[in-house]
């Protein structure tokens, strides 16, 4: 079975525009997770969707930062107004559910803000 | 605070060595631990989880880990490093947060050079 996909997998964008990430999680999964890696640095939560509850948008650093999951399956995280210190590697990871199940990490988008 | 510690950002050992790897957890009761890796360029993999049980647990590519509780600790260890095993190496914990849902809270990461 196919693991966790992200696209793009480079995103190289000017400051001020807008970007969407994307994630497709493992079939089946019903909880998805997005972090942001930046360098040197290590993983931060930015929000967690499981199954149709609220999601948790406690770890979105700003209200710039936004994202939807449709259908419970496909996730987007979309930044407005980009800004270069939004340069990072965005991951995303899903799990079949809580209380203690491993993740599974797709590759990463990596965004460059310039 | 419910938080993760790699003290060792960098860690350089020959191949062939034994390596250790220290994490340091502060939570209120025994959460659920995790190492993962990454290699360059690619997403995080799990070596290895502790829920309950056996203290020692076994992971993928020769990995072991130890939790000890009065030291709130889960170290990993690999008893001879191969080149390969350069990478960097989280260490995280599932919890429940002050929020009511479960969360994974992970290092700041170690990472790791093998000198042939």
């Known amino acids: 079975g196919a693991g966790v996909s992200q696209s793009p997998s480079n995103k190289v964008t000017e400051k001020g525009k807008d970007v969407e990430l994307r994630c497709d999680p493992i079939?089946?999964?019903?909880?998805l997770y997005w972090y942001r890696q930046s360098l040197g640095q290590g993983l931060e939560f930015l929000i967690y969707f499981q199954g149709n509850s609220a999601p948790d948008k406690s770890g979105l650093p700003s209200d710039r930062f936004s994202a939807e999951r449709t259908g419970g399956s496909v996730s987007t995280l979309t930044i407005q107004r980009t800004q270069q210190e939004d340069s990072a590697v965005y991951l995303c990871?899903?799990?079949?559910?809580?209380?203690?199940?491993?993740?599974?990490f797709g590759p990463g988008t990596r965004l460059t803000v310039t | 605070a419910q938080s993760v510690t790699q003290p060792d950002i960098h860690i350089t050992v020959s191949e062939g060595a034994s390596l250790e790897l220290r994490c340091n957890y502060s939570y209120g009761a025994t959460p659920y631990l995790f190492w993962y890796v990454q290699s360059p360029g690619q997403g995080l993999q799990l070596l290895l989880k502790?829920?309950?049980?056996?203290?020692l647990v076994q992971g993928i590519k020769g990995f072991e880990a130890e939790f000890k509780r009065s030291q709130s600790s889960f170290n990993l260890r690999k008893p001879s490093v191969h080149w390969s095993d350069a990478a960097e190496y989280f260490c995280a914990v599932g919890l429940i947060a002050t929020s009511g849902t479960y969360k994974y809270i992970f290092g700041t990461g170690t990472r790791l050079k093998v000198l042939a």
């Open positions: 502790y829920f309950s049980g056996d203290t």
């Open positions: 079939s089946g999964h019903t909880a």
């Open positions: 990871a899903s799990s079949l559910g809580t209380s203690g199940r491993e993740q599974y």
